[in-house]
């Protein structure tokens, strides 16, 4: 038991900036994708779950539940189970990726209007 909580411990306090920063990406891919939804419309959207998710239960929840928890459950525990010694790496790659993808969603906001 008292190995849990160490690991734990270890979990939430190794790599911080780096989870802030990924959880700031996210946040700015969460709020243009409901830009987004919101300016040209769900149908619109690529990722079969965040559409999903935001017919079922709007363009705000749905984008949120799916967009914003979803993606940092995955990452977060993709970090502590599986890639211990590359979270790094994939933290920078989430990041990109989110970043990008929120600067897309802003751009296409604006051209569909």
Not at 8 to 22: A, L, M, N, P
Request: net charge neutral; hydrophobic share 55%.
């Amino acid at each position: 038991m008292e190995h849990a909580i160490i690991y734990t411990r270890h979990f939430f306090e190794k790599y911080t900036f780096w989870k802030i920063t990924v959880l700031l990406a996210l946040l700015f891919d969460t709020i243009s994708t409901i830009f987004f939804m919101t300016k040209g419309g769900i149908d619109l959207e690529i990722h079969p779950m965040v559409r999903y998710s935001a017919l079922v239960w709007g363009p705000i929840i749905g984008t949120f539940l799916s967009a914003f928890v979803y993606k940092a459950v995955v990452g977060f525990l993709l970090e502590a189970v599986y890639l211990k010694q590359h979270a790094v790496y994939m933290y920078a790659v989430m990041i990109c990726t989110s970043t990008a993808a929120g600067f897309y969603n802003f751009l296409s906001a604006t051209w569909t209007v």
